[in-house]
């Protein structure tokens, strides 16, 4: 499944691009992330990251890796391994008083044990719907709300 996300900010397309480029900080506004480990790398193109998630399923940890960077404007994130294979890209630029977000991604429930996998298209509808939610954490976040 793919799909885009908007979202407008008020603070510095900077800010929030060196907010979201520091796969550290993933925990703090991605509800199903409870912790990050840098495997290798400095966060430039090629660094990966342990990424330890919980699922409906349960505890799941996927490898993820810097796949572009553009500096102060995009930054792509694939996983490389793990349950539920995805890859985002966030796209910042100024806009008005603040800045705007894209988030193009795209999940599968490909990796998922059993019974899950069968709710894939499922899976992936309630997935983006919590993507929103988790964009909203990052704007009171980035917003200093």
Not at 18 to 46: H, K, L, M
Not at 128 to 137: C, E, K
């Amino acid at each position: 499944m793919s799909f885009t996300l908007d979202l407008d900010l008020q603070a510095d397309s900077g800010t929030v691009f060196a907010f979201v480029a520091d796969f550290a900080n993933t925990p703090r506004w991605y509800s199903a992330v409870q912790r990050v480990e840098r495997i290798s790398g400095s966060g430039g193109v090629g660094t990966r990251y342990a990424v330890h998630r919980r699922l409906p399923t349960g505890p799941v940890v996927n490898t993820v890796e810097v796949s572009s960077r553009d500096d102060g404007r995009e930054i792509e994130f694939v996983s490389v391994d793990g349950p539920t294979p995805f890859r985002y890209r966030y796209r910042i630029h100024p806009a008005g008083q603040g800045s705007r977000l894209q988030l193009d991604g795209s999940i599968s429930a490909e990796g998922l044990p059993g019974p899950a996998r069968l709710l894939g298209p499922l899976a992936e509808r309630l997935f983006r719907n919590g993507m929103r939610d988790n964009l909203g954490t990052l704007q009171r976040i980035v917003e200093g709300r």
